[in-house]
């Protein structure tokens, strides 16, 4: 069974600094999918990015950027240019066909201090 | 273009009783998916619905029930609700279901929290 692994519930980043989410997965599948979800208190789930297994090229959205290591098999989730918004929890997801359903991590706890 | 939409926000039951649970997904979205979100188990899939069949469930007790309409809209069912069923119950939409033609993710909307007393 594929298991996602997120060794971080806290973390704690200076406002514009620059802060790395870990996120390691398992799956014996080639072909998935990788995300990473933003949750704030207001609960609802934003999708912050996407990776596509067979991509060798990291996925990058304005400041948020993955380091995609397949063969590790290892999805870190870079913020830059911290900012107060950030703040939240951050949930790291794999998703393969063959179950057709999102597996999360246990999430990772951001606070941006000012 | 509106969002997934759930209702009602907030729930309180009693222990023994059902609740009904609804999701309208994005517009063209015909895959929804149920999460129940607790502080312990974190994020657990429920199960999936696809053009009014469920395509995938996850490892819930048979209270725990759902179903899709024709408009793509989804409803969960949770009989003799217990304490433990208290939890964040997320709704998510999304344009396919499984591989083919590329997943671009689930679009969640904001839950219904629901407390069992």
């Known amino acids: 069974a594929q298991t996602v692994t997120q060794s971080q519930p806290e973390m704690s980043v200076q406002e514009a600094e620059t802060v790395t989410l870990s996120c390691t997965y398992d799956t014996s599948e080639s072909d998935y999918y990788l995300f990473w979800y933003k949750q704030p208190p207001s609960r609802q789930m934003i999708l912050v990015i996407r990776?596509?297994?067979?991509?060798?090229q990291n996925a990058t959205e304005n400041r948020f950027s993955v380091n995609f290591q397949k063969a590790a098999k290892s999805f870190s989730l870079k913020i830059s240019d911290s900012q107060l918004g950030d703040a939240a929890m951050y949930f790291c997801a794999y998703y393969g066909g063959s179950q057709g359903n999102l597996i999360f991590g246990k999430g990772t706890k951001l606070s941006v201090k000012p | 273009k509106a969002g997934v939409t759930q209702t009602p926000r907030y729930l309180i039951k009693t222990r023994g009783q059902q609740v009904t649970l609804s999701c309208s997904p994005i517009?063209?979205?015909?895959?929804v998916s149920w999460y129940q979100q607790t502080p312990g188990q974190g994020l657990q899939f429920l199960f999936e619905?696809?053009?009014?069949?469920?395509?995938n469930k996850g490892n819930f007790p048979g209270r725990f029930s759902g179903r899709q309409f024709s408009n793509s809209r989804s409803e969960m069912n949770v009989s003799t609700l217990e304490l433990g069923d208290s939890a964040l119950y997320l709704c998510?939409?999304?344009?396919?279901?499984?591989?083919?033609?590329?997943?671009?993710?689930?679009?969640f909307g904001s839950g219904t929290r629901l407390t069992v007393v």
């Open positions: 619905y696809f053009s009014e069949t469920q395509r």
């Open positions: 990776q596509e297994a067979y991509k060798q």
């Open positions: 517009s063209g979205h015909r895959s």
């Open positions: 998510a939409s999304s344009l396919v279901s499984g591989g083919t033609g590329g997943f671009y993710g689930y679009t």
